[in-house]
């Protein structure tokens, strides 16, 4: 008793450090990325702002204008800090310019003029109403960037100029308008026509980094100055925005603005700081966040506040300056998130080793990490309704990638740092032959070559064992070519063998077992099924059927094998393709008695067989679902990790697509006929529950990311023909996304690695062909989703001839779908330029998405490739299988041992004797 309490303790002890651990591990992280920048402070008072009072949801697109109370606030918060405002426009909030004076600020006035006639008069009027009776609007601007967007000519615009310089002659009230200095520079003449020059310095346009901008914009200053010697210079604008795609430099190579929070506090602390600037006459672009600019500005034009939009600073004019000024919350959130699971996973997992549990502890925090960034994104970023649809992608894939990244993690953890399987199961000694119970073999085929079936049926009746029989199950093939020589091999072999042709049967293959199941010798207590393409070593029965002497065991699985697959490329990747997971994700299912049946080399309980009503003819992935059938009954399965049986692979790669379609499709319709009894009430357990939830994870992931490659095509032409609507600021989500990814790309390879003793390029061809799949596993999730029913197809084995003209039509809609992606990154490319980070990450999403139709593609060529020679040693020394030393050479007997789990290598252990 003392011993069970210290030794809880000790677990309890020992989770709560690790979890502990990860999570501060993640804060020392978070604080290290957020040290700061001790930039150079700024003292003293700030000249004046460039004001615009749109609110975070306010638009004038709109017609959504602040109320006075909110203009009042704005006003009094600019009053702590400067003197003066400069405003550009008087038909839209009309009442800041009283307000202005309520708080005691001067104000350089504005008239928004466009080139509508109409609304310029009257912007103009206004304009000058207000500087007659307004005693602190100092000076007027007429027009904000005029000749730069090309609403009106030099001549137009000085038309304007002269008109309110006459209206305000009597006041004595300075007139201007607004340009960029190069506009200055480029139209002297428009300096005839002004009072004093109010200039634009906005170096980030220029693509000027930031170390450079401060200098490079007063050298512009200077110029104007000996351009325009008797005329004052105002700085209508000067700042740096805090978000916004990288701009190049102009005609300087090597040269970019950046726009960062840290830049943002750079620019305007080392412009303030600057002993130029105290005699200058300047407006800080600007006081608050405008997010309603990037409808007309881009993505930047929302972020050039010194006040976000929530009217919060961004940055101090003082001290240090940290990337992420919410750093301390996200973290902790990311540590309250992940706390519990990662305690949960340090408690409960141990029998794996302490490095085991921080691994996948780390993985949860990482997620946990990911998820946070993401929430936080419209806290940080000002998005459009459009642009939070693509951030709901972006976050849905985030989420569909943790949530199959954990459940790899787990696979791979418990592969890796798991100490034993504590449900390892071996061949049994053979029972004395007078003990041996009665099985029946159903061997179910359709449009089969007749040499194949043979080989099979010959193989069965060369097993080690008495008391069989084999039922050959022939369902509606209309050539007697090809079922006639069945009939006679059958008949040759003696009553043991029973031929049944079946004419127009329902059910596909389920229908045709069904069919043999009544048909089964009363004395059966276990059906074995195989595929009509598997040749079975003499010791399939003697070996497993001793596991049915425990009374719960419904099912006794071996493993999928192939051969004759040495010789050939693309059946190389097919053959280590499936080896994956029979070697990996079967011993993983097996440890919690989640077994996913096969419909071949399998022995089911009789007796559990027809309890649970037979086969699903409803189901075209009979054989699973029947498995987890019989584990919602409370019956046990059992995985015997040795080859006991090769069958041919599918021939082409059109063969293993239509299969893997079927596969998914038959999931979908496992899912939802069974999605009750995985999360209501039913017997199977947490871990099962677990188990055949997730176990399909990583086909609705192939699913999912079939839609998010149409979203990205669909948001890469709006990036490319409406940039300012679609500029979603990806960088926050994308680079998890893309971490993401290639940490799960590189956990198959390691896994393979360190499960089976396959080559490198066999790991690659096999993760090529995995990936290779996707598309048709999408297809055939989202046809399971939407169909009830599905027609069962047979899978082609071995090896044909192919047709030249026939490449493309497999994998047409692959090459579609690559050709769209390639073109919509080129496109990207040439408009946006490679050096915006931005659109390099984007161009990164794009080519991720290219993937699969490139592995297709690979696969497809693979396909064609001719078959090699054997080499003359076609023995012992040929390519070995994991699980059998001579895969070339025919099955020979497997050792056989008593059952015994305690103690033994998670890593399954493979050979044969």
């Known amino acids: 008793m003392i011993k069970t309490v210290a030794t809880l303790i000790y677990r ?59 203009v009042a606030a704005d006003l009094d918060l600019l009053a702590q800090t400067a003197e003066r405002i400069r405003t550009y ?24 003029i466009s080139g509508d006639a109409e609304a310029d008069a009257g912007e103009i009027a206004s304009l000058v109403e207000a500087a007659r009776k307004l005693r602190h609007v100092e000076r007027v601007v007429v027009g904000n960037e005029v000749l730069l967007r090309g609403d009106l000519t030099v001549k137009e615009l000085a038309k304007h100029l002269d008109e309110v310089r006459k209206a305000l002659r009597r006041q004595k009230t300075p007139v201007s308008t607004a340009e960029p200095w190069h506009v200055w520079l480029k139209h002297p003449e428009l300096a005839k026509h002004v009072d004093f020059i109010t200039v634009h310095l906005l170096p980030y346009h220029e693509g000027v980094p930031v170390d450079a901008a401060v200098d490079y914009a007063l050298m512009r200053y200077e110029e104007l100055k000996q351009a325009f010697p008797k005329k004052k210079i105002v700085i209508g604008e000067i700042g740096w925005p805090s978000r916004g795609p990288i701009v190049s430099g102009l005609g300087v190579e090597n040269t970019r603005a950046v726009a960062t929070p840290e830049n943002s506090a750079r620019f305007i602390r080392e412009f303030l700081a600057d002993p130029r600037s105290a005699s200058l006459d300047y407006f800080l672009m600007e006081a608050f966040d405008q997010p309603w600019k990037v409808e007309v500005e881009g993505w930047a034009g929302p972020y050039w506040g010194v006040f976000n939009a929530d009217r919060k600073p961004k940055f101090a004019l003082d001290g240090l300056v940290v990337p992420d000024i919410r750093w301390h919350q996200k973290s902790t959130t990311a540590a309250a998130i992940a706390f519990l699971p990662m305690f949960l996973i340090a408690f409960f997992l141990r029998d794996w080793s302490i490095l085991g549990r921080l691994w996948l502890a780390a993985l949860m925090q990482a997620s946990a990490i990911a998820l946070v960034v993401g929430i936080n994104v419209p806290a940080e970023y000002y998005l459009s309704q459009r642009d939070l649809v693509g951030l709901g992608v972006l976050i849905g894939a985030t989420g569909l990638t943790i949530a199959v990244l954990l459940s790899h993690g787990f696979e791979f953890g418990e592969v890796l740092f798991k100490r034993r399987w504590r449900r390892r199961f071996l061949p049994l000694a053979p029972h004395n032959v007078h003990d041996e119970p009665f099985v029946s073999i159903h061997l179910a085929c359709c449009n089969e070559p007749p040499e194949m079936v043979i080989a099979t ?15 050959v199950l022939d369902n509606n093939t209309k050539d007697e070519a090809l079922w006639k020589p069945l009939e006679a091999r059958c008949a040759e072999l003696g009553p043991r063998f029973r031929f049944f042709h079946l004419e127009n049967w329902p059910g ?10 009544k048909q089964t010798d009363p004395r059966a207590e276990v059906v074995g099924v195989v595929d009509a393409d598997y040749v079975v070593s003499p010791d399939w029965l003697s070996c497993l059927i001793p596991h049915f002497d425990a009374p719960d ?14 010789t050939q490329p693309f059946r190389r990747m097919c053959n280590w393709e499936f080896d994956g997971f029979f070697r990996i994700g079967m011993h993983h299912r097996n440890e919690r008695n989640a077994l996913i049946q096969h419909g071949t080399m399998t022995l089911v309980r009789r007796l559990a067989l027809e309890e649970v009503g037979g086969w699903s003819e409803w189901c075209i992935c009979e054989d699973t679902e029947l498995g987890l059938r019989l584990i919602e009954r409370g019956y046990d399965t059992r995985y015997v990790d040795h080859v ?8 082409d790669f059109a063969a293993i697509k239509s299969q893997r379609f079927r596969w998914a499709f038959g999931a979908m319709q496992i899912l939802k006929h069974h999605l009750w009894a995985m999360i209501g009430p039913s017997r199977l357990n947490l871990a099962q529950r677990y188990h055949f939830l997730t176990g399909w994870f990583a086909w609705l992931g192939d699913a999912l990311q079939l839609v998010f490659a149409f979203t990205s095509l669909a948001w890469t032409l709006g990036m490319i023909y409406m940039p300012n609507a679609f500029g979603l600021p990806v960088t926050a989500l994308a680079l998890p996304i893309l971490a993401f990814m290639a940490f799960k790309a590189g956990l198959g390879p390691i896994l393979y690695r360190r499960t089976m003793d396959a080559p490198w390029k066999d790991i690659l061809g096999a993760s090529v062909l995995s990936v290779g799949l996707a598309h048709s596993v999408a297809r055939g999730v989202f046809a399971g989703i939407v169909k009830r029913r599905g027609e069962f197809v047979r899978t082609p084995k071995g090896w044909k001839a192919k047709g030249r003209l026939a490449f493309f039509g497999p994998i047409r809609e692959e090459l579609l779908m690559l050709t769209a992606l390639v073109s919509g990154a080129v496109t990207l490319v040439q408009i946006r330029g490679i050096e915006d980070l931005e659109a390099q990450l984007w161009i990164g999403i794009l080519a991720l998405q290219c993937i699969p139709y490139v592995a297709a593609l690979a696969c497809q060529v693979a396909a064609y490739r001719p078959e090699r020679r054997a080499p003359a040693s076609a023995g012992a020394g040929a390519a070995a299988t994991p699980a059998d030393t001579g895969a070339k050479t025919p099955l020979r007997p497997v050792r056989v041992t008593q059952e015994g789990a305690a103690g033994t290598s998670p890593a399954p252990t493979v050979g044969t004797a």
Not at 30 to 47: L, M, P, Y
Not at 457 to 471: G, K, P, Q
Not at 554 to 561: K, L, S
Not at 644 to 651: I, V, Y
Request: charged share 15%.
């Open 12 to 70: 309890l002890l020992l989770a709560l450090l690790i979890a502990s651990l990860v999570a501060a591990g993640q804060y020392l992280l978070w604080k290290r990325w957020n040290q700061g920048t001790d930039f150079v402070g700024a003292q003293g008072s700030i000249q004046g702002y460039a004001y615009s009072p749109f609110q975070r949801n306010q638009s004038p697109l709109k017609g959504i204008f602040p109320t006075e109370t909110e």
């Open 89 to 112: 426009g008087m038909s839209d909030v009309p009442q800041i310019l009283a307000l202005a004076g309520e708080h005691k600020l001067t104000v350089t006035a504005g008239a928004w």
């Open 457 to 471: 049926i010959d193989s069965l009746a060369a097993m080690h064992y008495s008391n069989f029989e084999v039922l």
């Open 508 to 517: 596909f293959k389920a229908g045709a077992l069904n069919f043999g199941l």
């Open 553 to 566: 065991v419904a099912v006794v699985q071996a493993p999928q094998a192939h051969r004759d697959w040495e």
């Open 644 to 651: 006991l049986g090769r069958g041919l692979t599918p021939s």
